[in-house]
């Protein structure tokens, strides 16, 4: 999934570029080439499908030039994650009935890709013989008001690292998320679903009818543009994964693999590496008197700061931001004024 | 006089591209344009001379097309003030034996040119009638210890507004700034002189005899790259103008045109706009919650500042810098690291 549009990380990620295709860690390789590199060992490159938006195929095609052409998916219209995932996966049910998919996003990093492919591993074992959904729940680190959670069916019967799972939670409170952590049966929501692809289509007939339907329907390019955009906007969430869970038939594997959804830039300088005044740049920064920075200007040649404290100072393609973090989420309404 | 290389406005300005080059206003014109503009009237374009690095020519003629080509001298090195002025001086008395010649630096603003032009129109009718070198000088608004300063003769005769000078003064610290405030009779020197060419010819050839010699011989674009270098490296204020003020031979005609040398960025604050946060501004940028900045942004496409107080930003050319005011004499420094 790499249909994102966020403006958080104004200027240095734009609806013309967003976060996805940005080498956000600067470590040579932007987060869809991560994620796809990510999969090395379980996916070939002839089995990836990326869903996108139409604006945004190029960019796909030229970041990931090995995967087959036909394979990436454009939106004509962004409709949330439930059609999005359920083209693609009707789309591989076509060439292989009995296919086991995993189900990302490609703008969240994984400072662990190793024991991701275990989880993930595990995880599809599990499908190749349940007719389940398993979810990727990772292990909370903090009381995060940020994500979704998933709670454990703590009574349930577990199969090696995977558990039943008993509700799914929206995001909570900060008091809600303390009692989570200390709770200890919560786990975040990552977005990763692993499923067999007969599991998730069955789903969608069960659950969203008319979303099944639309699916049937869309045969050719043409309809495609016709019948996409009037799919119902809703996310996999609310028209799979909670009715499923009702019903116990998701699971989930706990997972602790670092990832971050890099969904605002306190994440980002938690991901990036610091130096002694726990400032964390990408780029060609020199930094002089400043302290808890965080800095990404990717196109700069040279960027030169001083005095700074708990800034985030963000540039590309010639557009320059200069914000305390505390007023990090003003960023998109600076970005459009 | 167009040599400068400052880096006091990096990234603004570079070696490559030096303050004189740059719209630093922001009002669309470069300060050698403008300062070209500000003699509509009293010049015209065939009678000026630039003496500029060599490295700099094409800059020159880009931005001054409808001056001669011919009278763009290039300096082979930079040798201080004096022996840029005879070369110019030397080549004008080649095709002008009695023209009456304004020095100017091309890297300060005068922000009233009506006034200007009156002062200058004054002095070249006392030159075209006195053996006497002029140099205008500034009325003081503050004890600034970043200038030299001209003490004018109390006890001397006047000629309408224009004084004899008894002494040229080096840059005071600033309790010396003071008192020549207080007193009255001094005022800042800009380096803009009036003379009858065969007046500073002359003065040259008294008081820096081998420097003339060396002009006498520079007959040829040969000659000029062998003997330009080996001049002496010394101001016109050391060569010509204390020897000759101690011989009472030197005039200043005070004024108040609104000059600065924009020699740091709290002159180039005092000289921009503010808004009502004492913020000045050039190029497309937003502020919000921040005061007394100035910020010179020329080519970034959009910048959006948010929480700053007493900073410098600076961006040119994909160059970016944040400073605290209070710190920009460590500008050069950042600029070479």
């Not at 052409?69 to 359920?86: Q, W, Y």
């Not at 040649?301 to 800034?311: H, T």
Request: some cysteine; aromatic content about 8%; charged content about 20%.
């Amino acid at each position: 999934m790499a249909g994102g549009i966020g403006s958080r990380f104004w200027p240095l990620s734009t609806p013309e570029y967003p976060k996805q295709f940005i080498d956000i860690l600067g470590c040579g390789r932007t987060l869809i080439q991560l994620t796809v590199d990510r999969f090395k060992g379980i996916c070939p490159m002839s089995n990836f499908w990326i869903v996108t938006n139409a604006a945004y195929v190029e960019i796909v095609r030229q970041q990931l030039p090995d995967i087959p052409v036909d394979h990436i998916l454009a939106e004509p219209a962004a409709r949330n994650t439930a059609p999005c995932i359920a083209w693609a996966c009707w789309r591989i049910k076509q060439q292989s009935p009995n296919a086991n998919v995993v189900v990302t996003p490609a703008d969240a990093v994984v400072m662990n890709p190793e024991e991701f492919r275990r989880v993930i591993n595990n995880a599809l074992n599990f499908t190749a013989s349940h007719n389940s959904i398993v979810t990727i729940g990772i292990k909370p680190s903090r009381p995060e008001t940020g994500y979704g959670y998933i709670k454990v069916n703590a009574a349930g019967q577990a199969e090696g690292e995977i558990h039943p799972v008993e509700a799914f939670k929206e995001k909570p409170n900060l008091d809600t998320a303390q009692q989570y952590l200390t709770d200890g049966g919560y786990l975040w929501n990552a977005g990763i679903f692993v499923w067999n692809v007969d599991t998730i289509t069955s789903a969608i007939h069960t659950y969203k009818p008319n979303l099944a339907n639309d699916m049937e329907q869309m045969k050719t390019p043409a309809d495609v543009q016709t019948i996409f955009p009037q799919c119902e906007k809703i996310s996999i969430d609310y028209a799979v994964m909670e009715p499923s869970a009702a019903e116990g038939k998701v699971f989930t594997h706990p997972a602790d693999f670092g990832w971050s959804d890099l969904g605002n830039w306190a994440s980002l300088h938690d991901k990036l590496d610091h130096d002694q005044n726990n400032n964390g740049a990408v780029g060609n920064v020199r930094m002089y008197e400043c302290n808890n920075c965080v800095v990404h200007a990717e196109d700069a040649k040279k960027v030169v700061l001083q005095g700074l404290d708990g800034y985030i100072v963000s540039e590309k393609g010639g557009q320059i931001l200069v914000c305390r973090r505390s007023e990090e989420q003003r960023i998109k309404e600076f970005s459009q004024e």
